[in-house]
């Protein structure tokens, strides 16, 4: 076979030629370019997709933990599901929380660990997803063309109840507290208005107590009433929470006088629901009158008021009235309680000064369940007070000539508090 000298130098010439390498190389990096851009694109995909799925289930979460203290674990699935199918539409997204995806129960922060507990309203977890399995997942934008076609994105969120310490021990109102002179506030000691607080001369506030309202510059004291309250400008702040605990007050009030036991609020030491005791008239009573363990109606006739005789201790006793209470002097309660609907300017008295407690209409209003009136000189001392008041605007919850201290664990009077809920995973 005959080859030319031209065709030689030309073989040579094409082999050793570097001619077009640059094309070569700007299709591997453009080949790079749509790898690297395909992951940004459909990473940033994802990442949207799960904070949607996230905030999606925090809703959920949320609006079942709520429901679910007034109302059944179905029901408050049922709400879960709803705002979850609103926040995220099912025809768009596919189905991100079933029934099964909503779990009651506890979760202990020690461990961070969640266990369902059946008819809990403690806490709820949520779990919003879009799977494969479900046939809701997440598509790829240019992935799928190296084979990642899809992806399952799960997201979480609990929710857990819990009472705020002001509620606790302490008085709270929706409007108006107002506390007059000779007071001393302890031990943690709380005292909230949703409204304004105003206070006379002549009180102290510890270390660790608090006066809070919305606006602190709202307080009302006299024009020496720093100098005149030690301890009231570090105690001073500002809150504001919602009083459910007022909305809750006539199903408190009807749990007690029908023996629902079951009840969220059911007093622990209120051990036999066998009979309501009664009491027809309103007179001056002491504990002989009242059963240890049971629950007794005392109903008032006319201007009657039901009167707690001296030195009477009373001891795991709920007393529940329509007459306004009247303590006498050296009284003492323990994990007892005493609610009364009447609406008087007095519905609760006391000695030195008077500790009353006023319901807006027909809201009963609430006296706590462990406290001590013993007359220290000019000055009483109650334990574990928690007073909640809806006020009418011309009358003001009270309490004036008491100190004010801790006796008991915490726990005691937190039994009548609607929780609220927080996220804690």
Known sequence: MFVSTADTKFSELYKTSEDGG???????????????????????NLITHRTHLQVTADVAAHAAIVTRQNATEGAAKVKAIELASGTMPTGRHGSVLTAADVQFGAWNASTEVFKPSANSKTGVLVETSSLSSKSN?????????????????????????????????????????????????LNDFCIHSNGHVELQNHNYFESGTRVTMPNKGDLVIPGNGWAQNPGLADALGEDEFSLDI???????????????????????????????DTINSGGTYDDSDFADNRVTWVNCNGNQGLTIAKNTTLTKVAIITDCAVTFKNGGAMEDSLIFTISTSANSFKSPQGRLCLESGGNSPAAFSERFDLRLIRRRGQVSLVQLVARAFPSRRPCASGFGLRRGAPKAASARLQRRAARSVF
Not at 144 to 167: M, P, Q, W
Not at 247 to 262: A, G, H, R, V, W
């Open 137 to 185: 997942p997440v598509s790829a934008f240019l992935l799928h063309l190296v084979g990642f076609g899809t992806f399952d994105v799960r997201t979480r969120a609990v929710y857990e109840t819990y009472k705020r310490n002001c509620l606790n021990e302490g008085f709270v109102a929706e409007n108006l507290v107002d506390l007059r002179s000779n007071n001393d506030f």
């Open 246 to 276: 007022i909305d809750d007050l006539p199903d408190i009030f009807s749990d007690l006088y029908n023996l629902n036991s079951n009840s969220e609020h059911w007093p622990s030491y209120v051990t036999d629901t066998s009979t309501l």
């Open 22 to 44: 640059l094309t070569i190389f700007g299709l591997y990096l453009f080949l790079g370019m749509v790898i690297v851009g395909g992951i940004a694109i459909d990473f940033a």
